[in-house]
């Protein structure tokens, strides 16, 4: 069989029960994905805590502009414990794209 690398996170994830970034981003984007039925724009954060708890922040697209580049875009955190649980969701903000340009 090649070197495959997906093959091989999904090894060391099964061997070591152990919930890696990649899995934590995955299990977020299900969960906002499901709970808000918005599309995802983008990973904003993503950090562990000592006890194997994940945070994850993503942007997601609330409202897609009529014209130009003024997406309304909603902030949300969710923390997974170390199997991949959902423990806390929350909506920390909202904006329009615009906002964020320097």
């Known amino acids: 069989m090649a070197n495959n690398p997906t093959h091989q996170h999904d ?4 061997e070591h029960q152990t919930l890696t970034m990649l899995d ?8 906002i994905g ?5 599309q995802i724009d983008a990973i ?17 697209i609330e409202s897609f502009a ?12 969710v923390q997974l414990n ?3 649980d959902l423990v806390n969701f929350n909506r920390l903000r909202r904006y329009h794209r615009e906002d964020q340009k320097s």
């Not at 090894?11 to 099964?14: G, I, K, S, V």
């Not at 934590?24 to 984007?29: E, G, N, T």
């Not at 009529?66 to 955190?77: A, E, H, P």
């Open 11 to 14: 090894r060391c994830t099964a």
């Open 24 to 31: 934590a981003i995955d299990a977020a984007k299900a969960a």
């Open 34 to 38: 499901s709970m808000t039925g918005q």
């Open 44 to 60: 904003v954060q993503c950090s562990r805590a000592d006890a194997g708890d994940w945070t994850v922040s993503i942007d997601v």
């Open 66 to 77: 009529r014209m130009g580049d003024n997406d309304l875009l909603t902030t949300y955190q």
């Open 82 to 84: 170390a199997k991949a």
